[in-house]
Each structure stands twice: as structure tokens, then as C-alpha cells.
């Protein structure tokens, strides 16, 4: 069985991890803060005190942090993940991040023997608990081949997008496309409320029909609940949707209904939101 070395134990990271560990791969892990990974290190895995002491003995390093800068850091530089895995090491980057950097990732990679493919996912918590996530994957299509049997572990629609930086492009095609979703279905609890509803019986009527989505069968009960826990932050929300912003710029495209839905958020996080779940939305609507 390979080696995986899993570097960022957040919200996702960790189930991802845990379902590699469970397959019976042996696991190395590192985090920034210690504590996050004592649960899992009780289940087997084994802690390293550096990235860079992970890539020096992992064959595939699984990296999932928060924002491009995490990303770069811990692939480039004297005691990041290039400099340190040894040739044929395969490396592959679930953060949501740019395309040009993914780009960049790849051609150093491929300078030093070693096979890099972004690898985006959506699923939030529900879909990394559960190995369910869908996966987007760019870089070499043999590279994305040959780490199949390990993504399988993680989610259900895994699909090759095309060359180093598609997986990106793909992931931001997936934020378009929930963040004026989110603005839909706050409006649509908020004006059942208003009009008398019952906004649980509401749900069951539309999430079954054409208003369907992701977000209104997982995210509106949490809504109605009061649970704002993050299965996906705010504030990494917001950077998604900032970097989709600038890639549609570079495209020639405008997209308002994104840039309204960034708007919104970005005055749900000066509220101190920042730390919620998206789902956090709906107190816009209904607190302020």
C-alpha cells in the first residue's frame, strides 16, 4: 500500500484523510495546530512536524488548506512539498485556488519528476464525511489515472477535466453557479415566512420539484434550524467567489448575479460571519 501524507486537517480535510486511513493506506498527516489532529492520530495516523517531513517519505501528498497563499507556501520554497518529495511522488491539491497557480504547481512539478493535478472538490462537511464529494480534476491524464483508486475513496463523481488548471476553472464554474443559488433559496424561506408558510412544508414541496438543488436540501433545513456551523466558511466563500470574479475579468466576461452575491457576503463577514457556514446567509435577510 502507498504512503499518503495528508497536509491541513480542517473541516473537510480530516474526513478525506480519515477515509485513506479506514482504506488501509498508512497515513501521514501535518496541520498548523497540533491539537486538530489528535483524534485522528489515535486512529493510526502518524504526525510529522513539517511539511516538508511529510513529502520526504510520503508517494502521494493530499494537500487541503485554506486560501492560494497556504498553497503556495506549502509547495514552493526550501521546505515545501517540490523541494522535498522524491522523484515520482504524486501530488495533488483539493484546495480551491487559482488556475495560474495550479498551472505553476504542475510545470515545477514536472521539472522535478513529480505528478501534480488540482483536484477541487463540492460536498462541503456532508460530502467529505460521507465519501461523497465531487471531485474536479486537472493535469495529466495519466496521473489522474493512475491516483483513481484513491480519489474513489473520496468522492462519487470524480471527473478528468483537462490539463493543469481545468479542475480550478471547473471548481470555479461550481461557485458561479451556488453563489446566486444561496441568494435564491434565502428568498424563497424568507418570503415563505412572510406569506404565512410553513416553511419545513415549503421544502418539501419545492425541493422536489424544478427549484431543486444541493443547497435547498442540505443548507435550507440548517437554516430554518439555526444552525450556522461551517460545513463551508463564509470567508473562504468570499475568496472563492474574488478569485472566479478575477478569472472572468481576464475572460472578458461580466457576471453580476456573482458579483451581488459577493457583496452580500462580504456584508455578512463585517458582521463577524466570517467564521459561519454559507448557510449564514439567511441571517442577512432575516437579522439586519
Not at 435564491?184 to 415549503?202: F, I, S, T, W
Request: charged share 20%; net charge negative; with cysteine.
Amino acid at each position: 500500500m502507498q504512503t499518503i501524507g495528508f497536509i491541513g486537517l480542517g473541516v473537510m480535510g480530516k474526513s478525506m484523510a480519515r477515509h485513506l486511513l479506514r482504506a488501509g493506506y498508512s497515513l501521514i498527516v501535518y496541520t498548523r495546530t497540533k491539537e486538530k489532529a489528535e483524534d485522528i492520530l489515535a486512529e493510526g495516523a502518524v504526525w510529522k512536524d513539517a511539511v516538508k517531513d511529510v513529502a520526504k517519505v510520503a508517494d502521494v501528498v493530499m494537500t487541503m488548506v485554506g486560501e492560494p497563499h497556504d498553497v503556495e507556501h506549502v509547495y514552493f520554497g526550501d521546505d515545501g512539498i517540490l523541494a522535498n518529495a522524491k522523484r515520482g511522488t504524486y501530488v495533488i491539491d483539493f484546495t480551491t485556488s487559482k488556475p495560474s497557480l495550479a498551472v505553476r504547481i504542475h510545470e515545477a512539478a514536472k521539472e522535478k519528476g513529480i505528478f501534480a493535478l488540482d483536484a477541487p472538490v463540492s460536498g462541503g462537511d456532508i460530502g467529505a464525511r460521507d465519501g461523497t464529494l465531487s471531485i474536479m480534476v486537472g493535469g495529466d491524464k495519466e496521473a489522474f489515472s493512475a491516483c483513481m483508486p484513491l480519489l474513489s475513496h473520496l468522492g462519487k463523481n470524480i471527473v478528468w477535466q483537462g490539463e493543469a488548471g481545468a479542475g480550478q476553472h471547473t471548481k470555479m464554474c461550481n461557485q458561479i453557479a451556488i453563489a446566486t443559488n444561496m441568494i435564491g433559496v434565502c428568498e424563497a424561506l424568507v418570503y415563505a415566512e412572510k406569506a404565512g408558510l410553513d416553511p419545513e412544508r415549503v421544502l418539501r414541496s419545492i425541493s422536489q420539484g424544478a427549484a431543486s438543488s444541493w443547497s435547498l436540501s442540505n443548507l435550507a433545513p440548517r437554516m430554518l434550524a439555526g444552525d450556522f456551523a461551517p460545513g463551508f466558511y463564509v470567508k473562504h466563500f468570499i475568496k472563492d467567489m474574488g478569485i472566479a470574479l478575477a478569472e472572468a475579468e481576464t475572460l472578458g466576461l461580466s457576471l453580476p448575479g456573482l458579483k451581488l452575491a459577493k457583496q452580500l457576503y462580504e456584508s455578512l463577514a463585517e458582521r463577524g460571519e466570517g467564521q459561519s457556514g454559507t448557510q449564514a446567509l439567511y441571517k442577512w435577510y432575516k437579522e439586519w
